[in-house]
């Protein structure tokens, strides 16, 4: 961290490691889409980290490959706490644009850089919940000036998932900003399956009191009441039941074109926890 003596060694807990090529296709096009401005004014090459890739470093490949066609002089570096996983990436390096080092929450970089960008999906979902702020706080405290923390979780496929937007808030914590669901629309039956893909932050909060529960509930209801749609394909009744959402007062974000995505970005305040 910023101004604090550097672990001795990785902070975390080694993950089962399991992915998929393309499970993060879906995050990928949001992060290209929403942090594409950030890459852009970024004075100097930025650097984009890939937090516990997993025991294959294919969904970092594909995001250095991503990155690049919005900020061509990218570095994405791939960090495990597990110098085994960090090995059998090496071969797949591609200096200066992509590299693999030994690192956890504390977001370790050569020269003490500090990352715009950093992406860790599938990490925090094994831990409790109250271990959830702390590593958020590790990894902003390590972000450059503007930079985001994206963290989520997906389903093996990557056709289900969640995550939210994470900056630095005025006090120099973290301050989320939105969460985002996204579905591959002809898979759905009830929107609110995605409840069992909530980031650690949400997942136990999906019961009746908390606002995330509430968001599932009106989701459904919207999507029932939408049905009429469905014979112009899902597509149209997801946009019917995001309309549907927007006059119950829910702060959806983005637009038209994202939602035809199947992605539905909430403002955070909307479905925080209540404590």
Known sequence: MRGAPRPS?????????????????????????????????????????????GAHPVTTV????????????????????????????????????????LGGFEVPLPGGRSPLLVRAFNVLRQYDEEQV????????????????????????????????????????????????????????????????????VLIHRNVPGERVHTLMTDLDGAWARAAGHAAYGARQRFLAAVADLRTLGWPVLGTRHRWRLGELEIAWDAVAPRD
């Open 133 to 200: 702020l702390p590593a958020w706080s590790r990894m902003v405290d390590r972000l450059a000036p503007h930079g985001a923390l994206m963290e989520g979780t997906c389903n093996e496929l990557g056709r289900l998932g969640a995550w939210v937007d994470v900056r630095r808030g005025p006090d120099g914590g973290p301050q989320p900003r939105s969460l985002t669901l996204s579905w591959r629309l002809r898979d759905v039956a009830e929107p609110s399956v995605v409840a069992e893909r909530l980031p650690k």
């Open 62 to 101: 594909e995001l250095a490959a991503r990155v690049a066609v919005v900020r061509p002089d990218v570095q994405v570096v791939g960090l495990e706490i597990d110098q085994e996983r960090v090995r059998a990436a090496a071969p797949h390096a591609d200096p200066p644009g992509l590299s693999f080092a």
């Open 9 to 53: 060694r990785p902070v975390g807990t080694l993950t089962r490691g399991t992915t998929n090529p393309n499970r993060l296709r879906r995050a990928d096009r949001w992060l290209v889409h929403t942090y594409g401005p950030l890459l852009r004014a970024a004075p100097s090459s930025p650097v984009v980290v890939d937090l516990g890739y």
